[in-house]
T-cell receptor, first 119, second 115 residues
């Protein structure tokens, strides 16, 4: 069964709206989660690393004020797209790993993703 | 910095035949992990197989095997006995060094299985 839950799976909203996406680890604690963005038929691009109890680490070129990340508990990270515009329309997907010490054969488990459409 | 390259934008295979999806990587880290994920049109990422840089043997998981050639920095995925349900986008990814858990993805290969 799923070990990472992402909600909502699809959002359609008007330009200027803020949208919150939740990522939950279901049966393990995740001190670190990752947020990716994907355009159609393209690869996943890492946006940021979400750290429980501290500030997220953003990749170069990702606007911190546009994409707010909160990791308030060991099982929940949220991504808020603030004042969303049509160019923010994309597929957003989170991931978490059961173990994060050294190189591990524990794969990153992904949520099912959120398709965001801004009209 | 790590880099993953998948040079096959699309691949076609006949049902029940085997297919190889290519992946090359570049890293200066001596310790790293290589992963393959499958992404159906519905969007979810499905973990298929893992290979560690110090693993002596090639990884296998059911119909999936990873042809790991460390000197050539390649980690090709072999799918045996292809099924129609194997049609999807396939991503090669790696993690390593201090970027624990952080995955660097290749461009992806769209596999189409014909009946």
């Amino acid at each position: 069964g799923a070990v990472v839950s992402q909600h909502p799976s699809r959002v359609i909203c008007k330009s200027g709206t803020s949208v919150k996406i939740e990522c939950r680890s279901l049966d393990f604690q995740a001190t670190t989660m990752f947020w990716y963005r994907q355009f159609p038929k393209q690869s996943l691009m890492l946006m940021a690393t979400s750290n429980e109890g501290s500030k997220a680490t953003y990749e170069q070129g990702v606007e911190k004020d546009k994409f707010l990340i909160n990791h308030a508990s060991l099982t929940l990270s949220t991504l808020t797209v603030t004042s969303a515009h049509p160019e923010d329309s994309s597929f957003y997907i989170c991931s978490a790993s059961k173990r994060l010490v050294g190189i591990s054969n524990q794969p990153q488990h992904f949520g099912d993703g959120t398709r965001l459409s801004i009209l | 910095a790590q880099k993953i390259t998948q040079t096959q934008p699309g691949m076609f295979v006949q049902e029940k035949e085997a297919v190889t999806l290519d992946c090359t990587y570049d890293t200066s880290d001596p310790s790293y992990g290589l992963f393959w994920y499958k992404q159906p049109s519905s969007g979810e990422m499905i973990f298929l197989i893992y290979q560690g840089s110090y693993d002596q043997q090639n990884a296998t998981e059911g119909r999936y095997s990873l042809n790991f050639q460390k000197a050539r920095k390649s980690a090709n995925l072999v799918i045996s006995a292809s099924q129609l349900g194997d049609s999807a986008m396939y991503f090669c990814a790696m993690t390593g060094g201090t970027s624990y858990g952080k995955l660097t993805f290749g461009q992806g290969t769209i596999l189409t299985v014909h009946p």
